[in-house]
C-alpha cells in the first residue's frame, strides 16, 4: 500500500511535468486552477502529521474544548475573504512579498521573503524527522538507526514529484493525500465501532474524568478557555490566509477574487470536517482503550488515557488494525506529511523565484530555462530540508 501511494505520487509528477510550458503554469498552475482543488490542496498543506495526530491526542486527553476554534472561522473568511484577497488579486505577482515592496520599499520585501524562506525551512525539517523518527519508526517496527534513511526516502520522493510538475502536481497529489487522510480516519472509526459492536459501545455516556472541566471565560492560567482558543485560532488562521506564501501562492492560482475566496472557504470547511472526524476517532479510541488496554501494548509500555493520549493512535494502528488497514493509515500519515513538504518546497521556490533571481537579475532568457531554474530551486529546496531534518534529531 505505501509503495503503491509512493509511485502514484511520483506518476503524478511526471505526467504534469510534460504538460508544463512556462514559469507562471510552474507556479501558479497558469491561474486558471479550480477553486475546489486548490482549497483541498490549502487544507492538506496546512495540516501535518503532527497536527492530524494531534487533534485525536487533544481529544482523547482534554476534550472537545478545541472545537470552540471553529467558531472564529466565519470572522476569518469575512476579513481575510472580503478585504484581504481582493486586494491581493488586482495585483499580477508571483509571490505575497513582492506586494511589501509597493508600500515599504524592496529590503522590506526581501527581509519578509527571507523570514518565510527560513521559518518553512525549519517546519518541514521538523515535519519529516517528527513523522519518520516519532511515528512512522515505532509503526513500523525499526530501530532509531533507520531514520536517516526514512527521512530521505520521503524526502527524495517528494522533491522529484513536486519539482517535476509544479503547483499542478502538488494540487493533484493534496487532493488525492486530503482523501487518504479522511479515508484512513473513516476506517479506523468503523473498525472500532466494528470490533466493540456498535457506536453506542464508545460513545461516551458521561463526562470522563480526566478531562477536567470546561472554561467558557478567558483566564490566562487555564491550559485552555473557550475565548482564548477563539482568538487563537483567528488570529493564526488569519496570519496564515492573510499573508503565508503557501495561501497566497494559492489564491493567485486561481482566475479572480471570487475563486480566491472559495479556496479560503473550502479550506475552512474541510479543516471543521477534519477537526470532528480526528476527534471522532479520539472518543472512539478511548472507548477501544477502556473495552481492551492491553490491545494498546507496546515497547514504550503501558499507557494511559491522561499521560499517553498523543500515543493511543499510533498504538492502535500497529495493534489492532488489520494489515492492509494499517498501510492505508499509515499512508495517510505519510500524506499529511508530504503534502505539507511539496507545499513548502512548492511556495519557497516561487518566492525565491520572484524575490531572488527576479528581484536582483535579469529573467530567463526563455521558459525553457525559467522552467529549469525553478525545478533545480526546488530540488534544492528540497535537498536543504532533508539536511536539516537529519539536524533536527542531534538538536
Known sequence: MIALYALGMLAVGLYFGRKTRGTEEYHLGGRRMKPLAVGLSLFASLLSTISYLGYTGEMIRYGPMYLAGVVAFPLVLFLVGWFMIPRFMQLRVTSAYEILEQQLGRSVRFLGAFFFISLRLLWMAVIIFATTDKVLIPLMGLSA???????????????????????????????????????????????????????????????????????????????????????????????????????????????????????????????????????????????????????????????????????????????????????????????????????????????????????????????????????????GMGLAVLVLSLLVGQV
Not at 522533491?159 to 488525492?176: C, H, N, W
Not at 483567528?234 to 486561481?254: M, V
Not at 523565484?353 to 530567463?364: L, V
Open 145 to 379: 538507526s533507520w531514520t536517516p534513511a526514512m527521512c530521505a526516502v520521503m524526502a527524495m520522493v517528494t522533491i522529484i514529484y513536486t519539482s517535476l510538475g509544479g503547483l499542478r502536481a502538488v494540487v493533484f497529489t493534496d487532493v488525492i493525500q486530503t482523501g487518504i487522510l479522511f479515508g484512513g480516519a473513516l476506517l479506523t472509526v468503523l473498525l472500532i465501532t466494528r470490533q466493540l459492536g456498535g457506536v453506542e459501545e464508545w460513545w461516551p455516556r458521561e463526562w470522563p474524568g480526566h478531562w477536567g472541566d470546561l472554561h467558557w471565560g478567558y483566564d490566562p492560567e487555564e491550559r485552555m478557555t473557550f475565548v482564548g482558543v477563539l482568538l487563537s485560532v483567528f488570529f493564526w488562521h488569519t496570519c496564515t490566509a492573510g499573508s503565508d506564501q503557501i495561501a497566497i501562492q494559492r489564491y493567485f492560482a486561481t482566475r479572480d477574487a471570487t475563486a480566491a475566496r472559495k479556496v479560503l472557504g473550502i479550506n475552512l470547511v474541510v479543516d471543521v470536517l477534519a477537526m470532528g472526524l480526528m476527534g471522532v476517532v479520539g472518543l472512539a479510541l478511548i472507548g477501544a482503550f477502556t473495552a481492551d488496554p492491553a490491545a494498546f501494548s507496546g515497547q514504550g509500555g503501558e499507557l494511559s488515557l491522561a499521560t499517553g493520549a498523543d500515543q493511543l493512535f499510533p498504538r492502535y494502528i500497529a495493534n489492532g488494525l488489520p494489515i492492509g488497514v494499517t498501510g492505508l493509515v499509515i499512508a495517510g500519515l505519510l500524506a499529511a506529511a508530504m503534502s505539507s513538504l511539496s507545499s513548502g518546497m512548492s511556495a519557497a521556490s516561487s518566492v525565491i523565484s520572484a524575490e531572488i533571481f527576479r528581484g536582483e537579475q535579469a529573467p530567463p532568457a526563455d521558459e525553457r530555462s525559467g522552467i529549469r531554474l525553478a525545478r533545480w530551486t526546488s530540488v
